[in-house]
């Protein structure tokens, strides 16, 4: 059984930076894929960014593609979410997930079998 806990989240001005961070409790870290996605009140959950297990693949939505950057620190059990030049449609929670032990980067919910409480992050325009 896996454990997800994230942090970091908050309010901030349009333009701003957050950095989330989810530290992983139990099971393999160092070898499940991990995402990032998040959901806006009234709308589904959706992708927004994935690391495989070794840290060198990385996948992002189109609407963050440049704007935010996943990487992992697997001494730490730590995937972490950078997010900059953060807009009013970045207004969501954050949720991290992880993927099966040495399974597949997936951009669908379906693809992930443990995840965390979520995190609120607010943009202010």
């Known amino acids: 059984q896996v454990q997800l806990v994230e942090s970091g989240g908050g309010l901030v001005q349009a333009g701003g930076s957050l950095r989330l961070s989810c530290v992983a409790f139990?099971?393999?870290?160092?070898?499940?894929?991990m995402g990032w996605f998040r959901q806006a009140p009234g709308k589904e959950r959706e992708f927004v960014a994935a690391?495989?297990?070794?840290?060198?693949?990385?996948y992002y939505a189109e609407t963050v593609k440049g704007r935010f950057t996943i990487s992992r620190d697997n001494a730490k059990n730590t995937v972490y979410l950078q997010m900059n030049s953060l807009e009013s449609e970045d207004t969501a929670v954050y949720y991290c997930?992880?993927?099966?032990?040495?399974?597949?980067?997936?951009?669908?919910?379906?693809?992930?079998?443990?995840w965390g409480q979520g995190t609120q992050v607010t943009v202010s325009s």
């Open positions: 690391i495989g297990w070794s840290g060198g693949n990385t």
């Open positions: 997930a992880a993927a099966r032990a040495f399974g597949p980067v997936g951009r669908v919910t379906g693809s992930y079998a443990y």
């Open positions: 139990g099971g393999t870290f160092g070898s499940r894929p």
